[in-house]
Protein backbone atom coordinates (compact mmCIF):
# COMPACT_ATOMS: atom_id res chain seq x y z
CA UNK A 1 0.00 0.00 0.00
CA UNK A 2 1.36 3.45 -1.11
CA UNK A 3 2.22 5.68 1.93
CA UNK A 4 0.68 8.77 2.11
CA UNK A 5 1.99 12.19 1.36
CA UNK A 6 2.56 14.67 3.73
CA UNK A 7 1.37 17.87 3.54
CA UNK A 8 4.99 19.70 3.87
CA UNK A 9 5.82 17.33 0.63
CA UNK A 10 3.11 18.33 -0.96
CA UNK A 11 3.52 21.87 -0.33
CA UNK A 12 6.86 21.30 -1.14
CA UNK A 13 5.57 19.54 -4.60
CA UNK A 14 3.22 22.74 -5.32
CA UNK A 15 6.51 25.36 -4.61
CA UNK A 16 8.20 22.95 -7.36
CA UNK A 17 5.50 23.27 -9.87
CA UNK A 18 5.43 27.61 -9.14
CA UNK A 19 8.74 27.89 -9.59
CA UNK A 20 8.72 26.28 -12.86
CA UNK A 21 5.92 27.96 -13.83
CA UNK A 22 7.26 31.00 -12.83
CA UNK A 23 10.45 30.12 -14.64
CA UNK A 24 8.90 29.21 -17.94
CA UNK A 25 6.80 32.59 -17.74
CA UNK A 26 10.25 34.23 -17.12
CA UNK A 27 11.52 32.49 -20.62
CA UNK A 28 8.06 33.77 -22.17
CA UNK A 29 8.51 37.12 -21.83
CA UNK A 30 12.55 36.87 -22.42
CA UNK A 31 11.99 35.43 -25.76
CA UNK A 32 9.17 38.12 -26.74
CA UNK A 33 11.18 40.78 -25.66
CA UNK A 34 14.29 39.84 -27.81
CA UNK A 35 16.84 38.67 -25.42
CA UNK A 36 19.59 36.91 -26.57
CA UNK A 37 20.50 33.72 -24.69
CA UNK A 38 23.27 34.46 -23.38
CA UNK A 39 21.41 37.11 -21.95
CA UNK A 40 18.93 34.49 -20.69
CA UNK A 41 21.17 32.37 -19.19
CA UNK A 42 22.87 35.21 -16.55
CA UNK A 43 19.21 36.47 -16.27
CA UNK A 44 18.61 32.48 -15.09
CA UNK A 45 21.67 32.50 -12.94
CA UNK A 46 20.41 35.51 -10.97
CA UNK A 47 17.03 34.13 -10.68
CA UNK A 48 18.75 30.77 -9.65
CA UNK A 49 20.66 32.27 -7.04
CA UNK A 50 17.97 34.57 -5.23
CA UNK A 51 15.83 31.54 -4.43
CA UNK A 52 18.78 29.65 -3.36
CA UNK A 53 19.87 32.88 -1.24
CA UNK A 54 16.42 33.22 0.04
CA UNK A 55 15.69 29.12 0.76
CA UNK A 56 19.42 29.55 2.59
CA UNK A 57 18.63 32.47 4.92
CA UNK A 58 15.42 30.56 5.95
CA UNK A 59 17.20 27.29 6.79
CA UNK A 60 19.74 29.46 8.69
CA UNK A 61 17.34 31.15 10.79
CA UNK A 62 15.57 27.93 11.18
CA UNK A 63 18.67 26.34 12.39
CA UNK A 64 19.43 28.99 14.91
CA UNK A 65 15.34 28.61 16.14
CA UNK A 66 16.40 24.75 16.59
CA UNK A 67 19.50 25.61 18.45
CA UNK A 68 17.81 28.24 21.16
CA UNK A 69 15.14 25.49 21.71
CA UNK A 70 17.77 22.82 22.62
CA UNK A 71 20.15 24.90 24.49
CA UNK A 72 16.95 26.26 26.26
CA UNK A 73 15.72 22.49 26.89
CA UNK A 74 19.62 21.87 28.17
CA UNK A 75 18.93 24.49 30.82
CA UNK A 76 15.80 23.98 31.58
CA UNK A 77 16.59 20.16 32.61
CA UNK A 78 19.78 21.47 34.55
CA UNK A 79 17.35 23.67 36.50
CA UNK A 80 14.95 21.04 37.05
CA UNK A 81 16.77 18.60 38.43
CA UNK A 82 18.55 20.99 40.76
CA UNK A 83 15.54 22.08 42.32
CA UNK A 84 14.22 18.68 42.68
CA UNK A 85 17.02 17.55 44.46
CA UNK A 86 16.85 20.48 46.82
CA UNK A 87 12.77 19.35 47.22
CA UNK A 88 14.08 15.93 47.93
CA UNK A 89 11.48 15.20 44.62
CA UNK A 90 12.85 12.00 42.46
CA UNK A 91 14.66 13.55 38.81
CA UNK A 92 11.80 14.27 35.84
CA UNK A 93 11.30 11.75 33.50
CA UNK A 94 11.27 13.10 30.34
CA UNK A 95 8.38 11.37 27.64
CA UNK A 96 9.87 9.73 24.64
CA UNK A 97 9.31 10.07 21.39
CA UNK A 98 8.26 13.75 21.51
CA UNK A 99 9.18 16.89 19.38
CA UNK A 100 12.19 19.39 21.11
CA UNK A 101 9.49 21.90 20.97
CA UNK A 102 7.19 19.77 22.91
CA UNK A 103 9.70 18.86 25.29
CA UNK A 104 11.11 22.46 26.09
CA UNK A 105 7.86 23.27 26.76
CA UNK A 106 6.49 20.32 29.34
CA UNK A 107 10.17 21.03 30.91
CA UNK A 108 9.19 24.87 31.06
CA UNK A 109 5.69 24.10 32.58
CA UNK A 110 7.03 21.44 34.78
CA UNK A 111 10.26 23.82 35.91
CA UNK A 112 7.31 26.58 36.64
CA UNK A 113 5.56 23.85 39.24
CA UNK A 114 8.37 23.25 41.15
CA UNK A 115 9.36 26.82 41.52
CA UNK A 116 6.10 27.44 42.92
CA UNK A 117 6.01 23.93 45.28
CA UNK A 118 9.28 25.76 46.41
CA UNK A 119 7.61 29.07 47.33
CA UNK A 120 5.00 26.93 49.43
CA UNK A 121 6.97 25.13 51.28
CA UNK A 122 9.01 28.26 52.14
CA UNK A 123 6.02 30.14 53.17
CA UNK A 124 4.78 27.22 55.12
CA UNK A 125 8.17 26.29 57.15
CA UNK A 126 8.39 30.40 57.52
CA UNK A 127 4.81 30.10 59.35
CA UNK A 128 5.22 26.83 61.37
CA UNK A 129 8.65 28.10 62.30
CA UNK A 130 7.25 31.07 63.97
CA UNK A 131 4.54 29.43 65.93
CA UNK A 132 7.43 26.64 67.23
CA UNK A 133 9.59 29.63 68.20
CA UNK A 134 6.86 30.64 70.13
CA UNK A 135 5.91 27.73 71.78
CA UNK A 136 9.22 26.51 72.97
CA UNK A 137 9.85 29.97 74.04
CA UNK A 138 7.22 29.52 76.58
CA UNK A 139 7.55 26.01 77.32
CA UNK A 140 11.22 26.49 77.70
CA UNK A 141 11.81 23.67 74.91
CA UNK A 142 14.46 23.20 71.95
CA UNK A 143 12.43 24.36 68.77
CA UNK A 144 12.42 21.39 65.73
CA UNK A 145 15.72 22.23 63.89
CA UNK A 146 15.71 22.83 59.74
CA UNK A 147 18.61 23.88 58.77
CA UNK A 148 18.98 27.73 57.65
CA UNK A 149 18.65 28.18 53.43
CA UNK A 150 17.99 24.47 52.80
CA UNK A 151 14.32 24.22 51.70
CA UNK A 152 12.83 21.43 53.71
CA UNK A 153 11.15 17.86 52.29
CA UNK A 154 7.57 16.78 52.55
CA UNK A 155 8.69 14.96 55.44
CA UNK A 156 10.27 17.75 57.63
CA UNK A 157 7.29 20.10 57.30
CA UNK A 158 5.49 16.54 58.61
CA UNK A 159 7.52 16.25 61.41
CA UNK A 160 7.35 19.78 62.10
CA UNK A 161 3.62 20.20 61.67
CA UNK A 162 3.26 17.57 64.70
CA UNK A 163 6.04 19.23 66.76
CA UNK A 164 4.23 22.36 66.82
CA UNK A 165 0.97 20.34 67.21
CA UNK A 166 2.28 18.70 70.20
CA UNK A 167 3.90 21.63 71.88
CA UNK A 168 0.32 23.15 71.71
CA UNK A 169 -1.06 19.96 73.01
CA UNK A 170 1.46 20.67 75.73
CA UNK A 171 0.53 23.97 76.50
CA UNK A 172 -2.76 23.33 76.82
CA UNK A 173 -2.14 20.53 79.29
CA UNK A 174 0.43 22.83 81.64
CA UNK A 175 -2.41 25.48 81.29
CA UNK A 176 -4.72 23.29 83.01
CA UNK A 177 -2.41 22.14 85.36
CA UNK A 178 -1.34 25.76 85.87
CA UNK A 179 -4.84 26.80 86.53
CA UNK A 180 -5.89 24.20 88.74
CA UNK A 181 -2.62 24.47 90.82
CA UNK A 182 -3.25 28.30 91.41
CA UNK A 183 -6.84 27.99 92.03
CA UNK A 184 -5.68 25.42 94.90
CA UNK A 185 -2.96 28.01 96.40
CA UNK A 186 -5.57 30.23 96.02
CA UNK A 187 -7.95 28.61 97.77
CA UNK A 188 -5.19 27.21 100.79
CA UNK A 189 -4.12 31.05 101.37
CA UNK A 190 -8.02 31.67 101.59
CA UNK A 191 -8.88 29.09 103.84
CA UNK A 192 -5.12 29.54 105.93
CA UNK A 193 -4.88 33.04 106.04
CA UNK A 194 -1.92 33.04 104.34
CA UNK A 195 0.47 35.49 102.30
CA UNK A 196 2.01 34.71 99.32
CA UNK A 197 5.70 35.54 100.31
CA UNK A 198 7.93 33.77 96.86
CA UNK A 199 8.20 35.92 93.48
CA UNK A 200 6.84 32.16 91.66
CA UNK A 201 3.99 32.63 94.07
CA UNK A 202 3.23 36.02 93.26
CA UNK A 203 4.32 35.73 89.48
CA UNK A 204 1.48 32.26 89.80
CA UNK A 205 -1.40 34.31 91.69
CA UNK A 206 -1.40 37.39 88.93
CA UNK A 207 -4.63 37.46 86.80
CA UNK A 208 -2.88 37.18 83.13
CA UNK A 209 -1.13 33.93 82.26
CA UNK A 210 1.28 34.89 79.63
CA UNK A 211 3.87 36.55 81.93
CA UNK A 212 4.08 32.90 83.74
CA UNK A 213 6.83 30.93 81.94
CA UNK A 214 5.11 26.94 81.95
CA UNK A 215 8.02 25.19 82.43
CA UNK A 216 8.70 22.01 83.97
CA UNK A 217 10.27 23.31 86.55
CA UNK A 218 7.61 25.79 87.48
CA UNK A 219 5.00 23.54 87.53
CA UNK A 220 6.68 21.01 89.71
CA UNK A 221 7.79 24.17 92.02
CA UNK A 222 3.57 24.94 92.29
CA UNK A 223 2.95 21.72 92.91
CA UNK A 224 5.43 21.40 95.92
CA UNK A 225 4.06 24.66 97.07
CA UNK A 226 0.66 23.35 97.04
CA UNK A 227 1.56 20.18 98.70
CA UNK A 228 3.56 22.48 101.27
CA UNK A 229 0.43 24.55 101.77
CA UNK A 230 -1.85 21.48 102.10
CA UNK A 231 0.60 20.32 105.03
CA UNK A 232 0.07 23.55 106.59
CA UNK A 233 -3.35 23.38 106.45
CA UNK A 234 -3.79 19.46 107.84
CA UNK A 235 -1.36 20.54 110.66
CA UNK A 236 -3.01 23.94 111.25
CA UNK A 237 -6.65 22.13 111.60
CA UNK A 238 -4.97 18.93 113.96
CA UNK A 239 -4.10 22.32 116.02
CA UNK A 240 -7.46 23.58 116.06
CA UNK A 241 -8.88 20.43 116.77
CA UNK A 242 -6.49 19.58 119.72
CA UNK A 243 -7.56 23.18 121.18
CA UNK A 244 -11.12 22.82 120.31
CA UNK A 245 -10.78 19.36 122.30
CA UNK A 246 -9.30 21.40 125.09
CA UNK A 247 -11.57 23.63 125.21
CA UNK A 248 -14.26 21.13 125.42
CA UNK A 249 -12.64 19.43 128.14
CA UNK A 250 -11.97 22.70 130.13
CA UNK A 251 -15.73 23.47 129.65
CA UNK A 252 -16.94 20.20 130.56
CA UNK A 253 -14.21 20.26 133.82
CA UNK A 254 -15.80 23.72 134.54
CA UNK A 255 -19.49 22.83 134.28
CA UNK A 256 -19.39 26.05 131.41
CA UNK A 257 -23.37 26.83 130.62
CA UNK A 258 -23.64 24.77 126.89
CA UNK A 259 -25.52 28.29 126.30
CA UNK A 260 -22.37 30.01 126.48
CA UNK A 261 -20.09 27.38 124.69
CA UNK A 262 -22.52 27.47 121.48
CA UNK A 263 -22.41 30.84 121.69
CA UNK A 264 -18.50 30.73 121.59
CA UNK A 265 -18.39 28.23 118.65
CA UNK A 266 -20.76 30.56 116.70
CA UNK A 267 -18.32 33.68 117.42
CA UNK A 268 -15.17 31.73 116.23
CA UNK A 269 -15.26 32.41 112.42
CA UNK A 270 -12.66 33.48 109.28
CA UNK A 271 -9.89 31.26 108.20
CA UNK A 272 -8.12 28.81 109.88
CA UNK A 273 -5.48 30.36 111.68
CA UNK A 274 -7.80 33.09 112.44
CA UNK A 275 -9.86 30.30 113.94
CA UNK A 276 -6.92 28.99 115.77
CA UNK A 277 -6.31 32.37 117.01
CA UNK A 278 -9.58 32.47 118.76
CA UNK A 279 -9.52 29.40 120.04
CA UNK A 280 -6.21 30.05 121.86
CA UNK A 281 -7.48 33.18 123.23
CA UNK A 282 -10.34 31.30 124.29
CA UNK A 283 -8.47 28.20 126.00
CA UNK A 284 -5.78 30.97 127.77
CA UNK A 285 -9.00 32.29 129.45
CA UNK A 286 -10.17 29.21 130.34
CA UNK A 287 -7.17 28.32 131.90
CA UNK A 288 -7.11 31.00 134.07
CA UNK A 289 -10.11 30.22 135.21
CA UNK A 290 -9.48 26.39 135.60
CA UNK A 291 -6.51 27.79 138.05
CA UNK A 292 -8.96 29.35 140.21
CA UNK A 293 -11.29 26.10 140.40
CA UNK A 294 -8.39 23.78 140.59
CA UNK A 295 -10.22 21.55 143.17
CA UNK A 296 -13.26 20.93 140.87
CA UNK A 297 -11.15 20.19 137.91
CA UNK A 298 -9.04 17.70 139.54
CA UNK A 299 -11.86 16.41 140.47
CA UNK A 300 -13.76 16.16 137.37
CA UNK A 301 -10.33 14.55 135.35
CA UNK A 302 -10.48 11.95 138.54
CA UNK A 303 -14.17 10.73 137.46
CA UNK A 304 -12.82 10.56 134.24
CA UNK A 305 -9.46 8.67 135.43
CA UNK A 306 -12.45 6.41 137.25
CA UNK A 307 -14.14 5.34 134.17
CA UNK A 308 -11.08 4.93 131.67
CA UNK A 309 -9.79 2.42 134.70
CA UNK A 310 -13.11 0.58 134.88
CA UNK A 311 -12.84 0.23 131.29
CA UNK A 312 -8.93 -1.09 131.27
CA UNK A 313 -10.23 -3.40 134.30
CA UNK A 314 -7.69 -2.50 136.59
CA UNK A 315 -7.11 -3.75 139.66
CA UNK A 316 -6.84 -1.96 143.45
CA UNK A 317 -3.31 -2.12 143.14
CA UNK A 318 -2.75 -0.79 139.95
CA UNK A 319 -4.95 2.50 141.20
CA UNK A 320 -3.20 2.66 143.86
CA UNK A 321 -0.04 2.80 141.79
CA UNK A 322 -0.82 6.01 141.02
CA UNK A 323 -0.28 7.81 144.15
CA UNK A 324 -1.52 11.63 142.69
CA UNK A 325 -5.19 10.52 142.48
CA UNK A 326 -4.58 10.47 146.86
CA UNK A 327 -2.89 14.02 146.89
CA UNK A 328 -5.52 16.45 148.19
CA UNK A 329 -3.12 19.74 147.77
CA UNK A 330 -4.82 20.77 144.65
CA UNK A 331 -1.91 22.30 142.30
CA UNK A 332 -1.20 22.88 138.52
CA UNK A 333 1.36 20.55 138.91
CA UNK A 334 -1.26 18.15 140.55
CA UNK A 335 -3.95 18.53 137.44
CA UNK A 336 -1.23 17.97 134.62
CA UNK A 337 -0.31 14.94 136.30
CA UNK A 338 -3.69 13.74 136.14
CA UNK A 339 -4.39 14.55 132.39
CA UNK A 340 -1.48 12.49 131.86
CA UNK A 341 -2.50 9.51 133.20
CA UNK A 342 -5.64 10.39 131.27
CA UNK A 343 -4.60 10.38 128.26
CA UNK A 344 -1.93 7.22 128.70
CA UNK A 345 -5.26 5.32 129.68
CA UNK A 346 -7.31 7.12 127.00
CA UNK A 347 -4.12 5.49 124.51
CA UNK A 348 -4.25 2.09 126.20
CA UNK A 349 -8.11 1.57 125.64
CA UNK A 350 -8.12 2.88 122.33
CA UNK A 351 -4.99 0.60 121.23
CA UNK A 352 -6.60 -2.21 122.77
CA UNK A 353 -10.18 -1.59 122.33
CA UNK A 354 -10.56 -4.78 120.68
CA UNK A 355 -9.11 -6.90 123.04
CA UNK A 356 -11.72 -5.37 126.23
CA UNK A 357 -14.62 -5.52 124.09
CA UNK A 358 -13.71 -9.03 123.51
CA UNK A 359 -13.73 -9.88 127.37
CA UNK A 360 -16.40 -7.61 128.24
CA UNK A 361 -18.30 -9.69 125.71
CA UNK A 362 -17.26 -13.15 127.32
CA UNK A 363 -17.88 -11.60 130.62
CA UNK A 364 -21.40 -11.31 130.14
CA UNK A 365 -21.54 -14.50 128.04
CA UNK A 366 -19.95 -15.97 131.22
CA UNK A 367 -22.52 -14.50 133.88
CA UNK A 368 -25.03 -15.97 131.46
CA UNK A 369 -23.50 -19.13 132.03
CA UNK A 370 -22.91 -19.02 135.67
CA UNK A 371 -27.16 -18.16 135.69
CA UNK A 372 -27.61 -21.17 133.76
CA UNK A 373 -26.23 -23.60 135.60
CA UNK A 374 -27.82 -22.03 139.14
CA UNK A 375 -30.94 -22.69 137.39
CA UNK A 376 -29.80 -26.32 136.64
CA UNK A 377 -29.44 -27.05 140.44
CA UNK A 378 -32.71 -25.85 141.13
CA UNK A 379 -35.18 -28.94 141.92
CA UNK A 380 -38.43 -27.24 141.40
CA UNK A 381 -37.33 -26.72 137.85
CA UNK A 382 -38.43 -30.80 137.71
CA UNK A 383 -42.10 -29.65 138.22
CA UNK A 384 -42.97 -28.08 134.62
CA UNK A 385 -43.17 -30.56 132.70
CA UNK A 386 -43.98 -28.33 128.99
CA UNK A 387 -40.26 -28.34 127.31
CA UNK A 388 -39.04 -26.01 129.82
CA UNK A 389 -36.27 -28.41 130.31
CA UNK A 390 -35.19 -29.01 127.30
CA UNK A 391 -34.95 -25.49 126.13
CA UNK A 392 -32.94 -24.94 129.13
CA UNK A 393 -30.14 -27.35 127.90
CA UNK A 394 -30.11 -26.46 124.72
CA UNK A 395 -29.83 -22.52 125.78
CA UNK A 396 -26.86 -23.79 127.98
CA UNK A 397 -25.25 -25.75 125.40
CA UNK A 398 -25.54 -22.87 123.27
CA UNK A 399 -24.11 -20.91 125.54
CA UNK A 400 -21.03 -23.22 126.44
CA UNK A 401 -20.09 -23.48 123.24
CA UNK A 402 -20.01 -19.69 122.70
CA UNK A 403 -18.24 -19.34 125.50
CA UNK A 404 -15.54 -21.93 124.23
CA UNK A 405 -14.83 -20.25 121.12
CA UNK A 406 -15.03 -16.94 123.01
CA UNK A 407 -11.95 -18.22 125.30
CA UNK A 408 -10.32 -19.57 122.33
CA UNK A 409 -10.06 -16.68 120.20
CA UNK A 410 -8.99 -14.43 123.29
CA UNK A 411 -6.53 -16.80 123.98
CA UNK A 412 -5.18 -16.22 120.63
CA UNK A 413 -5.56 -12.52 120.87
CA UNK A 414 -4.19 -12.21 124.12
CA UNK A 415 -0.94 -14.54 123.28
CA UNK A 416 -0.42 -12.69 119.96
CA UNK A 417 -0.36 -9.59 122.00
CA UNK A 418 2.11 -10.89 124.84
CA UNK A 419 4.39 -12.07 122.02
CA UNK A 420 5.11 -8.64 120.49
CA UNK A 421 4.96 -6.65 124.14
CA UNK A 422 6.66 -9.24 125.90
CA UNK A 423 5.01 -8.91 128.48
CA UNK A 424 1.61 -10.45 130.26
CA UNK A 425 -1.95 -8.63 129.31
CA UNK A 426 -2.94 -8.13 132.38
CA UNK A 427 -7.00 -7.76 134.32
CA UNK A 428 -7.83 -7.14 137.50
CA UNK A 429 -4.04 -7.18 138.29
CA UNK A 430 -3.46 -10.66 136.81
CA UNK A 431 -3.30 -11.94 134.00
CA UNK A 432 -6.18 -12.50 131.43
CA UNK A 433 -5.54 -16.39 130.87
CA UNK A 434 -4.93 -16.80 134.25
CA UNK A 435 -8.12 -14.87 135.20
CA UNK A 436 -10.29 -17.31 132.94
CA UNK A 437 -8.37 -20.26 134.13
CA UNK A 438 -9.34 -19.69 137.54
CA UNK A 439 -12.83 -18.56 136.92
CA UNK A 440 -13.48 -22.16 135.50
CA UNK A 441 -11.33 -23.49 138.91
CA UNK A 442 -13.89 -22.08 140.83
CA UNK A 443 -16.56 -23.21 139.23
CA UNK A 444 -15.22 -26.60 139.27
CA UNK A 445 -14.76 -26.06 143.26
CA UNK A 446 -18.24 -24.94 143.50
CA UNK A 447 -19.69 -27.95 141.78
CA UNK A 448 -17.46 -30.21 143.69
CA UNK A 449 -18.78 -28.99 146.96
CA UNK A 450 -22.02 -28.94 145.67
CA UNK A 451 -21.78 -32.32 145.19
CA UNK A 452 -20.54 -33.66 147.91
CA UNK A 453 -22.64 -32.16 149.90
CA UNK A 454 -25.90 -34.17 147.96
CA UNK A 455 -24.05 -36.79 148.28
CA UNK A 456 -23.66 -36.67 152.41
CA UNK A 457 -27.67 -35.99 152.20
CA UNK A 458 -27.96 -39.16 149.91
CA UNK A 459 -26.14 -41.07 152.46
CA UNK A 460 -28.10 -39.80 155.29
CA UNK A 461 -31.32 -40.41 153.14
CA UNK A 462 -30.62 -43.74 152.85
CA UNK A 463 -28.83 -44.72 156.38
CA UNK A 464 -31.02 -47.56 158.01
CA UNK A 465 -32.64 -46.31 161.17
CA UNK A 466 -34.39 -49.37 164.11
CA UNK A 467 -38.17 -49.06 163.94
CA UNK A 468 -39.98 -48.50 166.65
CA UNK A 469 -42.81 -50.10 168.37
CA UNK A 470 -46.19 -49.19 167.04
CA UNK A 471 -43.93 -47.37 164.13
CA UNK A 472 -44.71 -47.49 160.33
CA UNK A 473 -42.04 -47.98 158.00
CA UNK A 474 -42.27 -45.29 154.93
CA UNK A 475 -42.21 -46.69 151.62
CA UNK A 476 -39.27 -46.21 149.41
CA UNK A 477 -41.37 -43.48 147.24
CA UNK A 478 -41.50 -41.32 149.94
CA UNK A 479 -37.85 -41.81 151.06
CA UNK A 480 -37.33 -40.44 147.20
CA UNK A 481 -39.41 -38.02 147.97
CA UNK A 482 -38.15 -36.40 151.38
CA UNK A 483 -37.12 -32.57 150.98
CA UNK A 484 -38.79 -32.02 147.62
CA UNK A 485 -35.00 -34.03 146.11
CA UNK A 486 -36.08 -37.07 143.39
CA UNK A 487 -33.46 -39.65 142.43
CA UNK A 488 -33.03 -37.79 139.31
CA UNK A 489 -31.59 -34.75 141.31
CA UNK A 490 -28.92 -37.00 142.57
CA UNK A 491 -28.20 -38.63 139.30
CA UNK A 492 -28.11 -34.62 137.79
CA UNK A 493 -25.41 -33.60 140.52
CA UNK A 494 -23.61 -37.42 139.70
CA UNK A 495 -23.44 -35.86 136.28
CA UNK A 496 -22.48 -32.83 137.11
CA UNK A 497 -19.30 -34.11 139.30
CA UNK A 498 -18.30 -36.70 136.29
CA UNK A 499 -17.98 -33.36 134.07
CA UNK A 500 -16.38 -30.58 136.55
CA UNK A 501 -13.56 -33.06 137.07
CA UNK A 502 -12.10 -31.95 133.60
CA UNK A 503 -11.15 -28.34 134.54
CA UNK A 504 -7.69 -28.02 135.09
CA UNK A 505 -6.14 -25.86 137.83
CA UNK A 506 -5.42 -22.42 137.01
CA UNK A 507 -2.42 -22.03 139.43
CA UNK A 508 -0.45 -25.12 137.40
CA UNK A 509 0.42 -22.63 134.87
CA UNK A 510 4.18 -21.30 134.64
CA UNK A 511 2.89 -16.83 133.61
CA UNK A 512 5.73 -15.42 131.19
CA UNK A 513 7.10 -12.42 132.83
CA UNK A 514 4.71 -9.50 133.63
CA UNK A 515 5.07 -5.68 132.80
CA UNK A 516 3.20 -3.86 135.54
CA UNK A 517 3.34 -1.11 137.89
CA UNK A 518 5.12 -1.74 140.83
CA UNK A 519 2.06 -1.25 143.87
CA UNK A 520 2.10 -1.04 147.56
CA UNK A 521 0.26 -4.44 147.23
CA UNK A 522 3.56 -6.11 146.10
CA UNK A 523 4.73 -8.39 149.04
CA UNK A 524 8.04 -8.15 150.82
CA UNK A 525 11.12 -10.07 149.81
CA UNK A 526 11.30 -11.86 153.13
CA UNK A 527 7.69 -13.46 152.14
CA UNK A 528 7.88 -14.32 148.81
CA UNK A 529 9.76 -18.34 149.70
CA UNK A 530 6.99 -18.77 151.65
CA UNK A 531 4.44 -17.94 149.20
CA UNK A 532 6.26 -19.84 146.60
CA UNK A 533 6.15 -22.96 148.90
CA UNK A 534 2.40 -22.40 149.63
CA UNK A 535 2.25 -21.87 145.36
CA UNK A 536 3.75 -25.52 144.63
CA UNK A 537 1.63 -27.19 147.50
CA UNK A 538 -1.13 -25.83 146.04
CA UNK A 539 -0.11 -26.75 142.34
CA UNK A 540 0.75 -30.47 143.99
CA UNK A 541 -2.87 -30.87 145.68
CA UNK A 542 -4.54 -29.74 142.04
CA UNK A 543 -2.12 -31.97 140.08
CA UNK A 544 -3.38 -35.05 142.27
CA UNK A 545 -6.94 -33.94 141.77
CA UNK A 546 -7.22 -33.79 138.23
CA UNK A 547 -4.90 -33.96 134.78
CA UNK A 548 -6.78 -32.89 132.86
CA UNK A 549 -6.85 -29.87 131.23
CA UNK A 550 -9.14 -26.70 130.53
CA UNK A 551 -9.75 -27.79 126.25
CA UNK A 552 -10.44 -31.21 127.62
CA UNK A 553 -12.51 -29.68 129.90
CA UNK A 554 -15.12 -28.10 126.86
CA UNK A 555 -14.41 -31.34 125.18
CA UNK A 556 -15.87 -33.31 127.64
CA UNK A 557 -18.99 -30.91 128.01
CA UNK A 558 -19.94 -30.66 124.66
CA UNK A 559 -19.86 -34.34 124.66
CA UNK A 560 -21.79 -34.93 127.31
CA UNK A 561 -24.47 -32.49 126.25
CA UNK A 562 -25.13 -34.41 123.06
CA UNK A 563 -25.09 -37.86 124.80
CA UNK A 564 -28.44 -38.41 126.54
CA UNK A 565 -26.88 -41.33 129.05
CA UNK A 566 -25.42 -38.10 131.10
CA UNK A 567 -28.67 -37.49 132.31
CA UNK A 568 -28.52 -33.52 131.50
CA UNK A 569 -32.29 -33.06 130.52
CA UNK A 570 -34.80 -34.26 133.43
CA UNK A 571 -37.25 -35.53 131.03
CA UNK A 572 -35.29 -38.41 130.64
CA UNK A 573 -35.03 -41.80 132.42
CA UNK A 574 -37.37 -40.41 135.16
CA UNK A 575 -38.89 -43.38 136.31
CA UNK A 576 -35.09 -45.08 135.88
CA UNK A 577 -34.98 -45.91 139.65
Not at 346 to 354: D, G, I, S, T, V
Not at 529 to 549: C, D, H, V, W, Y
Request: glycine content about 4%.
Amino acid sequence: MPRTPRKSEVLASSLVSSVNHALGKLLDIWHQIGIKEEMQLERMQAVKQHIEDLLNEMITEECQLKERIESSIERRKKELTSLRNELSLDPYLVEEGISILQLEKDLRLALDATLKEKNERLEELKQLQQQDEKLCAELFTTPYYIPTGSIPSRLQLEELKEHVRMRSDEKKRRLEVFLKLRNEIRQYNEEIGHTPDSTLEKEALCDDEEPFCLTNKNIEALQTLVNKLQLKKGSVISTREALKEKVRLLWNRLRWPLEKQEQCKMNIKGSITQEVTMWEEELLRLEELKKENLKGVTGKVRQELDLYWEKCLYSTEQKSAFHPYYDDNFTEDLLNQHDEEVMKMKLLYEKNKALYDGIAKWEATWKQFMELEKKSTNPNRLVNRGGTLLKEERERSKIHKLLTKLGEDLKRSIESWEKEQSCNFLIKGQRFLDYMANQWEQHKLKKEQERLMKKEDSAVLKTPMKRHAGSTTQTPLKTRKLHGVTNLTVLRAASCISLTNTCTAAVARTPIPVCKTPSKSTPPESLQPARLQEGKENQQTSKSINQFSYLDFTRDLSKKTSNTSGIFNSTLNENRY
